[in-house]
């Protein structure tokens, strides 16, 4: 439903899209790329905070996923056979001109990644430049992002510190909500997972004291 209300036109040239150019949310290859973002970047981290996968689980992974898209509406003919037939599209998306800057998608990631209040500058510094790392290098320049070579040794060093404390965490801030209450459900336990409600209280505070959560 809040998909249906986004729409409009391109304004100027981006990339392979010239001015005026109509866009609607609900446009099959943008929502694919949407939830493409986000199964790369999965185990993207988890490669490299918790183990290496093999390549029948990320398979295993990439067709079990394919029900949330199909639960947005995108049929099964727009996404590739296997995971590595997505790997190639990937790759692909991410050297052609589809995927473009302009100053409107500045102002957004400026509005995500920059504090508006000046007690979470420290933590929102940090988390510009782990976002940085985390992309190609075209793209940090294009969303005006720091793009030197303290940004790769920085990300590096995050991502070994996440390895190296992960597993001393408990379940309830290690695992996310939807998974602990999966588990619980499968065990047989009623209620919430008392720690995860309250480690959700706290980030909820968090980001409303950095002016996010308002």
Not at 53 to 72: D, G, N, S
Not at 142 to 158: F, K, Q, T
Request: glycine share 8%.
């Amino acid at each position: 439903a809040i998909h249906r209300g986004v729409t409009g036109e391109i304004r100027g040239n981006v990339g392979r899209f010239s001015h005026g150019h109509k866009y609607s949310a609900l446009q099959i290859d943008a929502m694919f790329w949407v939830a493409a973002t986000l199964w790369d970047t999965s185990i993207l981290i988890f490669e490299a905070t918790v183990r290496r996968l093999a390549p029948i689980e990320k398979e295993q992974y990439y067709q079990e996923t394919k029900t949330f898209c199909r639960l947005f509406g995108i049929p099964l003919d727009a996404m590739p056979n296997t995971w590595v037939d997505f790997g190639r599209y990937f790759e692909d998306m991410l050297t052609s001109d589809i995927l473009a800057i302009d100053e409107t998608a500045r102002a957004l990631a400026h509005g995500v990644l920059r504090p508006t209040r000046p007690s979470a500058q420290p933590m929102y510094a940090w988390l510009e430049t782990f976002t940085a790392s985390l992309l190609p290098r075209r793209f940090r320049s294009g969303y005006g992002l720091p793009a030197h070579r303290g940004v790769d040794i920085m990300g590096r060093g995050s991502l070994l510190a996440l390895k190296r404390g992960l597993r001393f965490l408990p379940d309830g801030i290690r695992f996310c909500p939807s998974y602990l209450q999966a588990t619980r459900r499968l065990s047989g336990r009623d209620g919430h997972d008392q720690l995860a409600l309250l480690w959700r209280r706290l980030v909820l505070a968090l980001l409303k004291q950095t002016g996010k959560g308002d």
